[in-house]
T-cell receptor, first 117, second 115 residues
Framework: AQKITQTQPGMFVQEKEAVTLDCTYDTSDPSYGLFWYKQPSSGEMIFLIYQGSYDQQNATEGRYSLNFQKARKSANLVISASQLGDSAMYFCAMRESANGANSKLTFGKGITLSVRP | NAGVMQNPRHLVRRRGQEARLRCSPMKGHSHVYWYRQLPEEGLKFMVYLQKENIIDESGMPKERFSAEFPKEGPSILRIQQVVRGDSAAYFC?????????????FGSGTRLTVV
């Protein structure tokens, strides 16, 4: 089974509206971390937001929030008040942590978001 | 306060040549990770190194690929006898000891094109 699943086709959103990008994950490790990264057309990887498996509250970072539903193993990214500069690829990633070992990130295939003016 | 520095940004190699990709981690970071991104794909883990040690190389192809992170100097990802299928973007990330909440800082990547 895939560890990180991002199945949405290309997403479109009107400027200033909110959009949700879906991510589901699969792990048997009780301790893990979930990340979202943005990759604009220039290619760099930009960290957006992090959610730890033991965090009681959903993470928020400015216009970004993470809708963390642990029982459903989903970690959807919500972008509020979309801007034209939000047009990019968005990747969900997971770090499984077993006493600090094996701490690589596993990425999903990504979702393309296009913001319409 | 420079971030993770990767060079070159773009690299063109003919089939059969060697490619050397460099990564200087953020100041204070002692852990380096290499990832490969094929077109229209997510990043795939290749190798995780600490200074002078390979911690996890489970994502490295068995042949032609090697990585090092010496005591002094940048981490190097070396691809010998490149083939067209090696064309990809190669990203390096670094993290401090213990990683913390955010953990990883990525470089801008090296785009390798094999002609």
């Amino acid at each position: 089974a895939q560890k990180i699943t991002q199945t949405q086709p290309g997403m479109f959103v009107q400027e200033k509206e909110a959009v949700t990008l879906d991510c589901t994950y699969d792990t048997s490790d009780p301790s893990y971390g979930l990340f979202w990264y943005k990759q604009p057309s220039s290619g760099e990887m930009i960290f957006l937001i992090y959610q730890g498996s033991y965090d009681q509250q959903n993470a928020t970072e400015g216009r970004y929030s993470l809708n963390f539903q642990k029982a459903r193993k989903s970690a959807n990214l919500v972008i509020s008040a979309s801007q034209l500069g939000d047009s990019a690829m968005y990747f969900c990633a997971m770090r499984e942590s077993a006493n600090g070992a094996n701490s690589k990130l596993t990425f999903g295939k990504g979702i393309t978001l296009s913001v319409r003016p | 306060n420079a971030g993770v520095m990767q060079n070159p940004r773009h690299l063109v190699r003919r089939r059969g040549q060697e490619a050397r990709l460099r990564c200087s981690p953020m100041k204070g970071h002692s852990h380096v990770y290499w990832y490969r991104q094929l077109p229209e794909e997510g990043l795939k883990f290749m190798v995780y190194l600490q200074k002078e040690n390979i911690i996890d190389e489970s994502g490295m192809p068995k042949e032609r690929f090697s990585a090092e992170f010496p005591k002094e100097g940048p981490s190097i990802l070396r691809i010998q006898q490149v083939v067209r299928g090696d064309s990809a973007a190669y990203f390096c990330a670094s993290s401090p000891q213990g990683q913390g909440t955010y953990g990883y800082t990525f470089g801008s990547g090296t785009r390798l094109t094999v002609v």
